[in-house]
């Protein structure tokens, strides 16, 4: 458990270690992304995190809410957690969901670099 905003006890899901042990063979085929980036191209950014390469002008995707980030995330989580509100539960939801869109759009632009030979070794 950790505390929110205003003392109350939050359920946090990366608390328990042991929820995250899937079984080894599905663990064993996870890519990681982040590494892919960092050790095959470069951008003209200051971060690499997943939102600043896809905010880029290379792949230019857009998450529905402009103000959505991780420290956004925690303070809507908090004010739903608090109040209830299914607005702000959607906030989470399709900012959650515009990640993993993300996620998914930079490994199929990087798939097409890799297929043009653009890129040879990628990992």
């Known amino acids: ?3 929110g905003s205003s003392g ?3 359920p946090c899901l990366f608390c328990d270690k042991r929820r995250f042990k899937g079984p080894q ?3 064993n085929n996870l890519i990681d992304l982040q ?3 960092e050790k095959s191209l470069i951008f ?3 971060f690499y995190s997943i939102k600043d390469i896809a905010k ?3 792949l230019n995707f857009k998450w529905r809410h402009e103000k959505g980030g991780g420290g ?3 303070f ?3 004010q739903w957690h608090e109040t209830g509100d299914r607005e702000i539960l959607n906030d989470i939801i399709n900012h959650k969901e515009d990640d993993v869109r993300a996620t998914e759009h930079l490994w199929i632009w990087l798939n097409g670099i890799i297929n043009q030979k653009q890129i040879i070794n990628y990992v």
């Open 44 to 46: 003209p950014l200051y």
């Open 8 to 10: 109350q006890n939050l």
């Open 35 to 37: 590494r892919v980036v």
């Open 1 to 3: 458990m950790r505390r």
């Open 72 to 74: 956004q995330s925690v």
């Open 56 to 58: 880029s002008k290379f």
């Open 25 to 27: 063979k599905f663990q």
């Open 76 to 78: 809507w989580y908090e």
